[in-house]
């Protein structure tokens, strides 16, 4: 998918919602359970619940997995299902890869060809190279972690060099010559920071988690991140998720989603004017 | 496994060689690519040929990853082979993965409960909340990027702070304070680098890829980053793996890693006195 593509279906949705698969077995309601694979019937359930709220879904690698050969099968179900029914959405694999060489060739290989994602998220540790074999695949993209929402973000990120350059903007300002079809992480707690973020990449799409369960603001957020394209894809998982236990999970996961997405449209009629 | 153990297998078996199972069916020799699990052969083969020169294997993940579940199942074979048969061996998944939470603690989960792993190997971006849930489990180690072997390592990590301090050094410095179980990946490529990170992180044990296909010199890499517990673990992959593509390879690769053991040996011998 390209960012114009993107862009019209945000404009269209009314919505730059990314609902974050965060898929955890000892978190999905009991109702559930005894389905023959539990995860994706859970996904299944979630993703047609939401999908007309949001714009991208964002399978965080890791929990499927953990579950090792049975979570590989329940994460291609899941890809395949959103491909088939929903071939309007931004697909995001999470998984923070990054290594060179040929070792980033078979990740690409993993989730741009055995997977057919839009978007794989890369640690920039290890610099070009981790990316490269990404930048191959023609409207496929790397969504580099910039600036993240954790906490300990502050061990490294916001080390300076010389120049006073941050280590988070020296990852933008670098890896923005490295090709077009890059995309940022930037943590919603730390909202304020998007302005500095926009001076070094104002057309780039970010994806901003941490709204929700971790406690950033879809306001602030979209004051100093937005731009004219939008250039925004919120996520936001616990929330959605898990916020209803009962066998009516799907109907709140709905609501959720629906108020985050009336909130955004709100934004984005605002932000028209 | 402990270092004590791990220092008492270098001692015995004279070397501190490990095998980097980068297994690509690409590149494995023909006459093995009919068996029902080309990988899971190609490794065992290997492993049998090489376990009396090494002291550790390291499967990429991404090579078993690419292949969908039947990589799962090549590579969980290729653990449950090596546990059993060689249980003084050293088992590091070289996974490079960098994330925080509850997605981290799915990682450590994966690769130190549904995979019996000794080590894995981290990326330091998003800082202590990546490592926190691996430091969780006793005699469980995480290796986290320092210095790379790649080209582009220079992007990020010899960025100097204001107190000339490079981010791969202030990676170290930080995060030795995080806990015992850490050890640190040193590209064989820069091995004058080493002794630097000595200063940094005099005890702790270093994994080194790089030597052999990389370019790296193994005697450059001992004179500068040997302590007195030998304090490292060198990689070999390509250079072992697919030194020959006929039906004698794994011959050839006892015979390749046996010259880095004898070279190992010596250098040893060497320290020693």
Chains 1, 2 share one sequence.
């Not at 931004?90 to 078979?106: P, W």
């Not at 731009?227 to 236990?245: Q, T």
């Amino acid at each position: 998918m390209n960012t114009g593509e993107l862009s019209e279906q945000i404009k269209k949705k009314g919505s730059y919602l990314c609902v974050g698969l965060d898929t955890d077995v000892n978190k999905i309601p009991h109702c559930i359970k005894s389905e023959a694979d539990p995860v994706f019937s859970f996904n299944k359930a979630i993703i047609d619940a939401t999908a007309i709220y949001s714009v991208a879904y964002k399978p965080n690698i890791a929990f499927y997995e953990s579950l090792g050969i049975e979570g590989w099968k329940s994460l291609e179900k899941t890809v395949l299902y959103i491909r088939k029914k929903y071939p309007e959405i931004f697909l995001i694999a999470d998984a923070k890869r990054g290594d060179i060489g040929n070792t980033s060739e078979m990740y690409a290989k993993t989730f741009f060809e055995t997977f057919d994602f839009d978007a794989v998220t890369l640690s920039p540790y290890m610099g070009f190279d981790t990316v490269a074999p990404f930048l191959k695949y023609k409207n496929k993209w790397s969504i580099l972690l910039a600036l993240t929402s954790n906490p300990s973000a502050n061990d490294f990120q916001y080390s300076e060099d010389k120049n006073g350059l941050r280590l988070f903007e020296k990852v933008m300002s670098v890896s923005k010559e490295w090709g077009e079809n890059i995309m940022y992480v930037v943590g919603a707690t730390r909202a304020e920071m998007l302005a500095d973020v926009r001076k070094i990449v104002p057309d780039s799409f970010l994806l901003v988690p941490g709204i929700g369960a971790q406690g950033g603001s879809l306001e602030d957020v979209s004051k100093y991140g937005m731009n004219k394209h939008c250039g925004l894809i919120v996520n936001s998982s616990r929330a959605i998720l898990y916020a209803d236990s009962t066998p009516t999970f799907a109907e709140t996961a709905s609501r959720e989603a629906e108020k985050v997405q009336k909130e955004m449209d709100a934004i984005i009629r605002l932000m028209d004017r």
